[in-house]
């Protein structure tokens, strides 16, 4: 419990600098030292300083969910209905933070490159599971890429407007790939 209590400080102390200073002019010394704990134990946490923005950590449930979908389903409409089930099974999010993390990495031009290298993995884990369903792996790494860039979208749209539903993110990027 206590490497879950260091994360949340971790977190916490990360965004209130990265709101009063800005990302850019935050170092990771700083946030170690907000949190009351030195740089090495802020590395053994988050890989670097733009994971306290776009880290997923969906991804197993996102991949369970898809897996489970019935296998004659198309991969398109079954990675859609196994997100829309992975995200109907947690517990919703904190708006206000999502919506924070969010705006920085919109506003942040040089955390483009890491929204991507984050969006890789919860992809990977689509095509696997994709995959596992029978689906070839060239259908399936289009599909997770389609879906993930629709919802990276959606969801910085999202983080710039003043709609307090995080899931009208998602709905506008279920509609846009044809699964309203």
Do not use: C
């Amino acid at each position: 419990m206590a490497r879950e209590a260091t994360r949340r400080k971790l977190e916490a102390a990360a965004m209130a600098l990265f709101v009063e200073r800005g990302y850019a002019a935050t170092t990771t010394a700083q946030i170690a030292r907000r949190a009351g704990v030195s740089e090495m134990t802020l590395f053994r946490h988050f890989a670097s300083k733009s994971a306290f923005l776009v880290e997923d950590p969906y991804d197993p449930l996102i991949a369970a969910a898809v897996r489970a979908r019935p296998s004659d389903e198309p991969a398109l409409p079954a990675t859609i209905r196994g997100i829309r089930a992975a995200w109907a099974a947690v517990e919703p999010p904190d708006v206000a933070i999502v919506r924070e993390r969010l705006r920085i990495v919109a506003t942040t031009p040089s955390l483009r490159g890491a929204l991507a290298a984050g969006s890789a993995a919860t992809e990977q884990a689509i095509v696997d599971a994709l995959v596992e369903r029978d689906t070839p792996a060239p259908e399936s790494r289009v599909v997770a890429a389609a879906v993930v860039a629709g919802l990276n979208a959606a969801l910085i749209d999202w983080s710039l407007s003043d709609d307090a539903n995080i899931s009208t993110a998602l709905q506008t990027a279920f509609r846009a790939l044809g699964e309203a």
